[in-house]
């Protein structure tokens, strides 16, 4: 592989951990109804900067997934459908 496209792919494996951690901020900051729009505008900059490192890599002909470990955790697990309770009819 060319090291032109492993540059590129080095830096948008570091984006998008970078992109990971601000997104958790951000909806962090929303939870507690803090002001989010400055992360918000960082993370607009990070994806401008991912797209034209994506054009570059796709112009260079890797077209190979790039895979990065997620440390983004899920708030709520996701759960199995709750079975519904049977509703009690009086005795008079």
Same mark, same amino acid.
């Given at each position: 592989?060319?090291?032109?496209?492993?540059?590129?792919?080095?830096? !948008?494996?570091?984006?998008?951990?970078?992109?990971?951690? $601000?997104?958790?901020? %951000?909806?962090?900051?929303?939870?507690?109804?803090?002001?989010?729009?400055?992360? *918000?505008?960082?993370? %607009?900059? %990070?994806? *401008? $900067?991912?797209?034209?490192?994506?054009?570059?890599? $796709?112009?260079?002909?890797?077209?190979?997934?790039?895979?990065?470990?997620? !440390?983004? !955790?899920?708030?709520?697990? !996701? *759960?199995?459908?709750?079975?519904? $309770? *049977?509703?009690?009819?009086?005795?008079?």
């Amino acid at each position: 592989m060319d090291n032109r496209i492993l540059e590129i792919r080095k830096k !948008i494996r570091a984006l998008r951990v970078s992109m990971l951690q $601000a997104e958790a901020i %951000m909806h962090d900051q929303i939870n507690r109804d803090e002001e989010c729009s400055e992360i *918000a505008g960082e993370i %607009m900059v %990070m994806r *401008a $900067a991912m797209s034209l490192l994506v054009d570059e890599r $796709a112009r260079l002909g890797d077209r190979e997934p790039i895979l990065v470990n997620s !440390i983004f !955790i899920p708030r709520r697990p !996701i *759960a199995s459908p709750r079975p519904v $309770a *049977a509703r009690r009819r009086s005795v008079s």
